[in-house]
């Protein structure tokens, strides 16, 4: 018969551990405390941003697709033979986009978390995400992600957030 703390019939007793205890670590809970603000906010902004952006483009580039491949059931009207290239090229385009958004939600979690590697390829996503979000930048509604890009980028590089990330702060 065992006992459900950890120790057996036989004689040996093991160590008794507290149920969850390596999730919780009084380091990781005050450094989480200490994050800057500019550093939340960056996460947060980046893992909602690229979850929709991520739905939208997904399904963008599956539609565009199935416009380039069948493009009779699609529409009412056929796509004459030179648009379906511009088709192609929109698939591709919004692939791009939701892979981007793909990769920039981890990176999100992990920047949260106090990961300085995460942080630099954030960055690297950011800017590659900012360059291709250009194109769309031609509404109102097309800046917003390009601020949204530039605002977390310097959140994300503050002096502040650099202390922090350095274990300094």
């Not at 670590?25 to 005050?30: K, S, T």
């Not at 030179?82 to 920039?104: N, P, Q």
Request: proline share 5%; aromatic share 6%.
């Amino acid at each position: 018969m065992s006992d459900p703390h950890g120790s057996f019939d036989d004689g040996h007793d093991v160590a008794v551990r507290a149920p969850n205890q390596s999730q919780f670590d009084p380091q990781r809970a005050a450094r989480s405390a200490s994050r800057p603000s500019g550093v939340t906010t960056a996460g947060w902004i980046t893992i909602i941003m690229s979850g929709l952006t991520l739905v939208l483009t997904g399904l963008a580039s599956v539609g565009f697709a199935l416009a380039y491949v069948e493009p009779a059931t699609f529409s009412n009207t056929s796509v004459p033979t030179d648009d379906r290239g511009m088709m192609l090229g929109m698939a591709v385009y919004a692939a791009v986009c939701a892979a981007l958004s793909l990769t920039a939600i981890p990176l999100g979690a992990l920047v949260l978390a106090g990961s300085k590697v995460a942080r630099a390829l954030l960055s690297v996503v950011a800017v590659l995400a900012g360059l291709a979000s250009v194109p769309a930048a031609a509404g109102i509604l097309g800046v917003i992600p390009l601020v949204l890009i530039v605002g977390s980028l310097i959140m994300l590089h503050r002096r502040n957030a650099n202390q922090w990330f350095a274990g300094v702060a």
